[in-house]
């Protein structure tokens, strides 16, 4: 029997991933993510001499843990991890002292514009109306699986039954238990995104 609450997750294959930047611009828009700032980031590493040479990329956002660093580190509790497993943020409790960013090994949680901080919610506005993610939308190349991992019938449960064993989550040794994972990514770029600092 299905539970009647979701549990959000995200399987990436990133093999399919072209690098075209396409989730990043769609969290931007959707988000009003200020200038210079990304909730959704794609890294890329080349490789080799040319003529062989080989371009590896890696999309990036919010891992929503559940074993939380930035919540840990939330001293006023502005930082909280939900029932559908999404961590949020109530700005109203935020008091900026930047302890949740210095805490993320994933680089995805930093000041917002108005005084407080900012990451990847899996687009929860969108959720509640029962759209998927804006990045999820949009990649062209079918690169993310999202859904209610507690739904056997979810494109997430569905990616996982096939492709589960295959999956690994980013920085394994962070122990957060994220709710994203990823297929065929090049472990070296994890050294990419930077420990304690946003994108």
Known sequence: MQSPHPRWKMARDVER???????????????????????TKVYYLDEGTFPQVKRSFLPTLCMQCEDAPCVKACGNKAVSLGADGIVRI????????????KACPYAAIGPSADDGCDKCDFCSHRLEVGMEPACVETCPAEVFHFGDANDPASPYSLFMSKHGNETTALKPEENTKPAVVYRDHNNAMEQKIPKGQVH
């Open 17 to 39: 991933c072209i690098g075209c930047h396409a989730c990043s611009v769609a969290c931007k828009v959707e988000n009003d993510v200020p200038l210079g700032r990304f909730r």
């Open 90 to 101: 109530d700005n109203s409790l935020c008091d900026s002292d930047g302890n949740c960013e």
